[in-house]
């Protein structure tokens, strides 16, 4: 159940809302579900019968991804506060044939408008269905920058650009995570990256120890991710 504070919200991230008229401004905020996740929960994976609609992150941090047929995890863009996500709605996206998988990477709080609603809503409302295709143009090219650096880079440039992004997200140099989480990131085996990471650490790049990855020479790691 959502109270004012969430209905301001939702009118301040939700542009179309204010150019509804006001029985469809209702029956949207009344279809609008507040769900709270923990860290390493799965909001929508491929297993399941039903796709999201429209999901607004109030607070949190997701990592949209999806499956290879080999079962590797690829992903694609993360999800922070006040970012709004629409593909994985792939059942009111027409010609979307792959499914991207939701995980919440620390605990989040969550505004979801169910997908079926919100499909009859882009076909009724014109603000609505621009504001779809404008959420639907911003994730996709996230998504093909995935697949310009999985095609351009070796895994040694993607693993210095992964780590920077890291960096900055977490606004440390010191990242807490396992090789197995990065493999799962960027779609490959963990003793590929234990590999490589040995040599960013021989190389006086990062320092290694257990849980975590220190980046010691940031400027190197830049000019190797270029």
């Given at each position: 159940m959502i109270d004012h504070g969430d209905i301001l919200y939702l009118q301040e991230h939700l542009p179309f809302l204010v150019k509804l008229d006001l029985d469809d401004k209702r029956r949207v905020l009344d279809a609008v579900l507040k769900s709270a996740y923990q860290q390493g929960e799965t909001i929508h994976s491929r297993r399941d019968t039903e796709c999201n609609g429209l999901v607004i992150v109030k607070s949190g941090q997701l990592r949209a991804y999806f499956e290879t047929e080999d079962g590797k995890e690829i992903t694609l863009y993360r999800l922070l506060d006040n970012d709004i996500c629409i593909l994985s709605a792939?059942?009111?996206l027409k010609n979307i044939t792959f499914t991207v998988i939701l995980e919440a990477e620390k605990d989040s709080l969550l505004f979801l408008i169910p997908a079926v609603f919100w499909g009859n809503l882009t076909v009724r409302d014109i603000y609505a269905k621009?504001?779809?295709?404008?959420?639907?143009?911003e994730r996709f090219s996230e998504?093909?920058?995935?697949?310009?650096q999985i095609v351009s880079k070796n895994m040694r440039q993607r693993i210095a650009v992964f780590l920077l992004e890291q960096s900055v997200l977490e606004t440390s140099d010191t990242l807490t995570m396992t090789h197995e989480t990065i493999a799962k990131n960027l779609g490959t085996a963990r003793e590929v990256i234990s590999r490589i990471l040995k040599y960013l650490e021989n190389d006086g790049i990062i320092q290694l120890s257990r849980g975590q990855i220190h980046i010691v020479d940031l400027p190197k790691l830049k000019e190797i991710g270029r």
């Open positions: 792939s059942c009111v621009q504001f779809a295709m404008e959420l639907v143009a998504v093909m920058w995935v697949m310009e």
